[in-house]
């Protein structure tokens, strides 16, 4: 078993769509929590980064974590053809940081 | 503030050969770290260094290596390439440990071993 796991989809949804991203993880020694935004041929860039179990918001996008069932997750609103790219979860902690497989997300006009 | 520069971007080898990257981090930052990224896979640890020592390696053969300057920007080499090493190769600094800190990744050197 991976100790992070992370639908690779791909997920295709319409603009303005709720869109609902998703990690669970088996250590429980992991403390940060961390999504990443990758969009063809360029690095991934940080998009939402907690420690703690509850929500994070940012414009439109929130972080969810629950330490309590290994289980995060990343919510965009009123998605837009521009937030298609690829979502990696991470997490860290311990001097370990591992990244999930990212989830490939399109977003159609 | 410049970004995490990496070159080249692009590169062709045959098996057999070996191949350098190099990686310069943001200015300030002491930790560097390297990942492979293919689509099968995904994101692969391959080895992080902080002020010039190796602190963590990941699960890879001891063809690749790595090492950082006093300056804190690192290379990386992959010597007697095989077909299953073209990937994007990707580098991140860090002010702290990665960890437990953001991450700045660079755009990736694209290695295709033919």
């Known amino acids: 078993q991976k100790e992070v796991e992370q639908d690779p989809g791909p997920l295709s949804v319409p603009e303005g769509a709720i869109v609902s991203l998703n990690c669970t993880y088996s250590?429980?020694?992991?403390?940060?929590f961390m999504w990443y935004r990758q969009y063809s041929r360029k690095g991934p860039e940080l998009l939402m980064y907690t420690y703690s179990s509850g929500n994070k918001e940012d414009g439109r996008f929130t972080a969810q974590v629950d330490k309590s069932s290994k289980y995060i997750s990343l919510f965009i609103r009123d998605s837009q053809p521009s937030d298609s790219a690829t979502y990696l979860c991470a997490m860290g902690g311990y001097n370990k940081l591992i990244f999930g497989a990212g989830t490939r997300l399109a977003v159609h006009p | 503030k410049a970004g995490v520069t990496q070159t080249p971007r692009y590169l062709i080898k045959t098996r057999g050969q070996q191949v350098t990257l190099s990686c310069s981090p943001i200015s300030g930052h002491r930790s560097v770290s390297w990942y492979q990224q293919t689509p099968g896979q995904g994101l692969q640890f391959l080895f992080e260094y902080f002020s010039e020592t190796q602190r963590n390696k990941g699960n890879f053969p001891g063809r690749f290596s790595g090492r950082q300057f006093s300056n804190s920007r690192s290379e990386m080499n992959v010597s007697t390439l095989e077909l299953g090493d073209s990937a994007l190769y990707l580098c991140?600094?860090?002010?702290?440990?990665?960890?437990?800190?953001?991450?700045?990744f660079g755009p990736g050197t694209r290695l295709t071993v033919l």
């Open positions: 250590n429980s020694a992991f403390q940060y």
């Open positions: 991140a600094s860090s002010l702290r440990v990665p960890s437990t800190d953001t991450q700045y």
